[in-house]
């Protein structure tokens, strides 16, 4: 079945673009895939990051 990809970017200071993947990997596979793209797997350090990805897995949610 296919499976859309979705894709968010924040451009404030923060410069953040989260691409939700619907595939399931394992974390190294995962991590591998955004190095990729250029890219660095998303880090839950701040409540500012788990936020924004909270509010973007809610806009991929409603948008199905």
Same mark, same amino acid.
């Not at 991590?31 to 701040?46: F, K, V, Y």
């Given at each position: 079945?296919?499976?859309?990809?979705?894709?968010?970017? !924040? +451009?404030?200071? $923060? +410069? !953040?673009? $989260?691409?939700? &993947?619907? *595939?399931? &990997?394992?974390?190294?596979?995962?991590?591998?895939?955004?190095?990729?793209?250029?890219?660095?797997?998303?880090?839950? *350090?701040?409540? $500012?990051? =788990?936020?924004?990805?909270?509010? =973007?897995?809610?806009?991929? !949610?409603? *948008?199905?």
């Amino acid at each position: 079945a296919y499976r859309r990809q979705r894709q968010m970017c !924040i +451009r404030d200071s $923060l +410069r !953040i673009c $989260l691409k939700y &993947v619907p *595939d399931l &990997v394992r974390y190294t596979q995962a991590r591998a895939n955004c190095e990729a793209d250029g890219a660095n797997l998303i880090r839950m *350090d701040t409540t $500012l990051k =788990f936020d924004l990805f909270k509010e =973007f897995l809610g806009m991929s !949610i409603s *948008d199905n």
